[in-house]
C-alpha cells in the first residue's frame, strides 16, 4: 500500500516538476519517470535475498526514508541531473517496500487465506496509487509546486514509517528460518508440495538433534509422535529383529505411525552418529493433512512401505 501510495505522489510530481522547474514537457518528464523505475529495480533485487533470510523491519525504516525525503528535497533543485538522481534514490526505496511488504504479508497469512489477502492487496495498491495522485494534485495546486514537494515527501515518509510500525507491532518481524533447515525440508517428498508459508512454520518448529551411534530413534510397537529428516550419518531399520532397510542423509522415517495413528511399526537404530530434523506429531499432521499433493505424497509411501 505505502509503496503505490508514493508511486502516485511521485507520478504527478513528476509531471508538474518537468513542467515547472525544468521546461522540459512530457520527454524530460519520461527521463524522470524512467529514473525512479530503474532505482525501484535496484531496490527489488538488491533486497531478494536479504528479505528470506533476517528480520525486515530496519529495512522498512531505511526504505521509509530512502522513499520519501528524496521527493522532498526536489523542492531545492532545479537540476535535472540532481532530480533524476533523487528519484532514483526514491525508487530504490520503494523497490524496497514492494519486496518487504510481500514477505510481511506472507509472513501475517495463513496459508487458507493467503490467495485472498493478496487479492485484497492489489485492490488496496489501486486505491492507494489513486490516493496519492489526487493528494499530490491538491497539493500542489494549493501550495504551490516547492512547498507541495515538501509536504507530500515529508508526508509519505511518515506514511511508510507508520507501517512499519504497525508490521513490528503485529508480531511479524521475526527472523527467517535457517536457510539450510528450509532447504531440507523442501527437499523431503512429503513437504516439497507445500507453499512458502508452511514450509517456514515447519522450519521454524524443527529441532536440531544429534544422537550417538547405536541410539534407537525409534522403537517399535512405541506410540509415534516425531518425524525425522536424516542430515548426517546412517540408520539402519529392523522389524521384527529382521533388517528392513538402510537410510543415510537425505533419508526420513516416521510418517507410517503419525499418519496412520499407530505404534510404530520398526525400530531405528543409528549405525553411526546422526544428525536430524525432528517435527513434531502435531506440526506434521497440519502440513500434510492440510494440503491434498502432500496428502496424496503421504499416502503413496505409506501404502509402499506396507505392501
Known amino acids: 500500500f505505502t509503496g503505490a501510495l508514493i508511486g502516485g505522489v511521485a507520478d504527478v510530481a513528476i509531471v508538474t516538476f518537468s513542467e515547472v522547474r525544468l521546461d522540459g514537457g512530457g520527454g524530460m518528464a519520461g527521463v524522470l519517470g524512467a529514473s525512479i523505475g ?3 529495480v535496484i531496490g527489488i533485487v538488491s533486497m531478494t535475498e536479504a528479505a528470506g533470510r533476517s528480520p525486515i523491519a530496519a529495512y522498512l525504516a531505511a526504505a521509509s526514508l530512502t522513499a520519501g525525503l528524496p521527493i522532498a528535497a526536489l523542492a531545492a533543485t532545479d537540476s535535472a541531473i540532481i532530480a533524476a538522481a533523487l528519484l532514483a534514490t526514491s525508487g530504490v ?3 524496497v517496500i514492494v519486496v518487504l511488504g ?3 504479508i506472507q509472513r501475517l497469512a495463513s496459508e487458507e487465506t493467503l490467495a485472498r489477502v493478496f487479492g485484497v492487496q492489489e485492490s488496496a495498491r489501486m ?5 496519492g495522485a489526487g493528494v499530490s494534485t491538491v497539493t500542489i495546486d494549493r501550495l504551490g509546486i516547492g512547498p507541495a514537494l515538501v ?3 515529508a508526508g509519505v515518509t511518515v506514511a511508510a514509517l507508520a507501517c512499519t510500525l504497525g508490521f513490528v507491532r503485529s508480531g511479524a518481524d521475526v527472523p527467517a528460518p535457517d536457510p539450510d533447515v528450509v532447504d531440507r525440508i523442501v527437499a523431503d517428498e512429503l513437504f516439497a508440495p507445500l507453499g512458502v508459508r508452511a514450509i517456514e512454520r515447519l522450519a521454524e518448529s524443527a529441532e536440531r538433534t544429534v544422537r550417538p551411534v547405536n541410539t534407537e530413534l525409534v522403537t517399535e510397537g512405541d506410540i509415534g ?3 525425522f529428516l536424516l542430515l548426517d550419518g546412517d540408520v539402519e531399520v529392523r522389524a521384527n529383529g529382521s533388517l528392513v532397510r538402510r537410510l543415510g542423509a537425505g533419508d526420513s522415517f516416521g ?3 503419525l499418519l496412520e495413528d499407530r505404534p510404530r511399526t520398526a525400530t531405528v537404530r543409528a549405525t553411526t552418529e546422526v544428525t536430524a530434523l525432528v517435527i513434531e506429531r502435531d506440526r506434521f499432521l497440519t502440513a500434510v493433512t492440510g494440503h491434498p499433493r502432500a496428502m496424496s505424497n503421504a499416502s503413496q509411501i505409506v501404502d509402499g512401505y506396507v505392501r
Open 225 to 227: 509422535r516425531r518425524y
Open 38 to 40: 530503474l532505482g525501484g
Open 102 to 104: 510481500t514477505v510481511a
Open 151 to 153: 509536504w507530500l515527501g
Open 127 to 131: 486505491a492507494a496509487l489513486a490516493v
Open 93 to 95: 526505496g520503494v523497490g
Open 255 to 257: 510418517e507410517i505411525a
